[in-house]
């Protein structure tokens, strides 16, 4: 099994993407379910923010208050360092747990899809291909202004606080252009999916797993036999 890294920027239609290769039956591990998963009360991440964030980005139920984190962070890029520095540990476990569920299930790889790869260097280095959800800055500008009602100002200002796409692209190693209709992204996703899963990369590990397996199953029998006679 191999690793594959999907990423994209807000609004470039990464979400579509997703839909796609989940409706093909690929095994999807989303970071951002998972970041949400891993600071739900009385979790270690939870308290470790209330330490430094303090209770009033708590909503009424106990839960954090993404948007007020999420104003705190855009403006202030040390608080943003402090935050991935207790999230991105516990994140990466609960990734690392899903990846070993899925190879044991016997998944010839695995989709990590995850918000700030190519931002985030170190993580590329485990993935055997990297594809970016692209489309081009006008349309991006065009679908954030529709998506969330903000004004050209305010949506340049989101679009601008990301690793622009372009720059994204020159790190991908694979690259669906989302710019246009969903039939034409459909397309790109059903023939990376096919080139994929005719990939042989990291074969010769699983078979190297598996005569393992197997040889340690046989030793385990014969002791068995050996003792129980």
């Not at 470039?12 to 989303?30: N, Y």
């Not at 948007?67 to 990466?92: C, D, M, V, W, Y």
């Not at 679908?143 to 372009?166: N, V, W």
Request: charged share 20%.
């Amino acid at each position: 099994m191999f690793l594959v890294g999907l990423s994209g920027g807000i609004a470039s239609g990464k979400s579509t993407v997703v839909a796609v290769l989940r409706e093909l039956g690929c095994a999807v591990i989303d970071a951002d379910v998972i970041a949400r998963q891993v600071v739900q009360p009385h979790s270690k991440a939870h308290q470790q923010i209330l330490q430094h964030f303090g209770t009033e980005i708590l909503l009424e139920n106990g839960e954090i208050n993404r948007e007020a984190l999420g104003n705190i962070i855009f403006s202030q890029p040390e608080k943003r360092r402090l935050l991935n520095s207790i999230t991105h540990p516990e994140i990466l476990k609960e990734m690392l747990k899903q990846v070993l569920k899925y190879f044991v299930l016997g998944y010839r790889y695995v989709i990590l899809d995850i918000p700030l790869l190519f931002e985030t260097h170190g993580l590329t280095r485990f993935m055997k291909y990297t594809v970016l959800v692209y489309c081009d800055p006008l349309t991006q500008l065009a679908r954030l202004m529709k998506r969330s009602g903000l004004g050209t100002a305010e949506a340049e200002a989101r679009i601008s606080s990301q690793l622009p796409l372009d720059e994204k692209r020159k790190w991908a190693t694979h690259v669906i252009d989302n710019s246009g209709d969903w039939e034409s992204t459909r397309r790109q996703v059903l023939q990376l999916h096919a080139r994929l899963e005719g990939s042989l990369d990291f074969l010769w590990a699983r078979l190297a797993v598996g005569t393992a397996v197997a040889g340690l199953g046989g030793l385990v029998f014969l002791l068995l036999r050996h003792f129980i006679s």
